[in-house]
């Protein structure tokens, strides 16, 4: 699975994308899957991450995202960031900025759903923020949803 430090991104000074607009308004769906293996507090965990249409339920697939490039990363259609909700020093600081194409070929999901391998630092609450983009031209959105890993 993906180590830590590679995952780690840049954490301070990056403007983050907006929210998503009413025109582009779409829910993340994130299935967290840890693996048994622990190592000190660190919990293992593949991330499948999908998103869809709130009005029409319809999946969005690959072929619908635009890549973007985000301060300091190179373009990707899917930018999936990590916060650490439980951080006793930060709370909500970013410990992870992930792109399913460093994984596998994203394009071959016929279900919408893409994976990310993470090792998270210990178990308890996290934010996934995806960011994407559907429309050339248009600023990047993002979607959001808090998990549980490894308690």
Do not use: C, M
Request: glycine share 10%; hydrophobic share 35%.
């Amino acid at each position: 699975l993906g180590g830590l430090g590679l995952a780690l991104g840049p954490i301070f000074g990056l403007p983050r994308p907006r929210p998503a607009d009413a025109a582009e308004s779409l829910r993340l769906y994130v299935d967290a899957q840890t693996s048994t293996s622990r190592t000190n507090q660190e919990v293992s965990a593949r991330l499948l991450v999908s998103l869809r249409d709130e009005e029409t339920d319809r999946v969005i697939v690959w072929s619908d995202l635009k890549p973007y490039a985000q301060p300091g990363v190179s373009k990707h259609a899917l930018h999936v960031h990590i916060y650490d909700n439980d951080d006793p020093e930060l709370p909500g600081i970013e410990v992870g900025h992930l792109h399913p194409e460093e994984f596998a070929d994203p394009s071959k999901a016929q279900d919408g759903r893409y994976f990310v391998d993470f090792d998270f630092p210990h178990g308890g609450l996290y934010t996934v923020e995806v960011g994407y983009l559907l429309k050339e031209g248009k600023a990047p959105a993002t979607a959001s949803q808090t998990i549980r890993v490894g308690t």
